[in-house]
């Protein structure tokens, strides 16, 4: 694979961190993946200002990313992936410097490393089709969520744990309110109307989240932006996890207990038809 690494495209196996980059030692640094349908970025300018604002709040010294569109691109391209299914991973430190908590005096130049992987849609597409599992656990994260920060042990953790409870995702906790996945956004459906939790400093502002929201407002879908409680979500008819590699699936079932019908709701069905149809996909499948 081709890599792209500090201004160059060079062989992946050639990439050298070094042991003093700030990524490594601190997590001192964000990262963003994009879709890419045929050749086609999806919303790559969201992920770019959602760079964007996470650098300005790190505070790192370059504050516009936009050139790593043309980056993205180029390495689909240099990988065979022009016209695939793929994603691009891309991650920006703080660089190498002497390990201190504080910035370094003479910040030195940020690291960026960016790397395409062909996506296995059919796969995602088939657990959009048949629905997924959750199970919940308590939000033990920071509070400045809303930065895509590296920083991820604990949604490692909470991720794992769904994994060995036989599910797709874990759903976090935070006084009482369902807030997001460990590497989605979740939605539920309360008499028709679509709600997830509103943007704050608590939850990631999702590309996919964004732009189902704006289907919706298209479409004449309800929403309300508002928390979604623990203590009611035993009276949803639907629930859904959105984001980046799982576009919208259905949540069938929360900790064992069926959600609704215990089957793929109309909300989320037709929340995938335009989705589908927003990225060129023909829908339904098969």
Not at 1 to 13: L, S, T, V
Not at 27 to 55: C, M, P, Q, T
Not at 238 to 253: D, F, K, N, S
């Amino acid at each position: 694979m081709i890599a792209y690494f500090n201004n160059d495209f060079i062989d992946k196996d050639l990439v050298r961190i070094s042991p003093d980059d700030r990524g490594f030692l601190l997590a001192d640094g964000l990262y963003e993946v994009l879709r890419s349908y045929g050749g086609k970025l999806f919303r790559a300018a969201d992920h770019i200002a959602r760079l964007n604002y996470g650098a300005r709040h790190l505070r790192l010294s370059q504050g516009d990313f936009s050139y790593l569109v043309p980056v993205a691109e180029e390495l689909l391209r240099r990988n065979g992936l022009a016209e695939a299914e793929a994603t691009v991973y891309f991650q920006v430190t703080r660089g190498a410097a002497k390990r201190t908590h504080a910035f370094p005096a003479q910040p030195p130049p940020l690291t960026v490393y960016g790397l395409p992987s062909p996506f296995d849609a059919q796969a995602m597409l088939r657990r959009m089709e048949s629905g997924v599992a959750a199970i919940t656990l308590p939000d033990q994260r920071w509070a400045r969520c809303d930065m895509k920060t590296v920083g991820l042990t604990a949604n490692v953790l909470a991720n794992q744990a769904a994994h060995e409870a036989g599910a797709a995702e874990a759903i976090l906790v935070r006084d009482g309110v369902l807030i997001e996945g460990t590497h989605s956004n979740f939605m539920a459906v309360f008499g028709g109307t679509l709600v997830t939790a509103p943007t704050s400093n608590y939850i990631l502002s999702g590309i996919t989240r964004k732009a189902v929201l704006e289907l919706c407002a298209r479409h004449g879908v309800p929403v309300e932006l508002r928390p979604i409680y623990a203590s009611e979500f035993h009276q949803a008819e639907e629930a859904m996890i959105v984001g980046t590699t799982v576009e919208v699936t259905p949540v069938l079932t929360v900790d064992g207990r069926p959600v609704g019908s215990g089957r793929p709701g109309p909300v989320a069905r037709r929340l995938q038809e335009l989705f589908a149809a927003e990225v060129g996909r023909p829908w339904p499948q098969g």
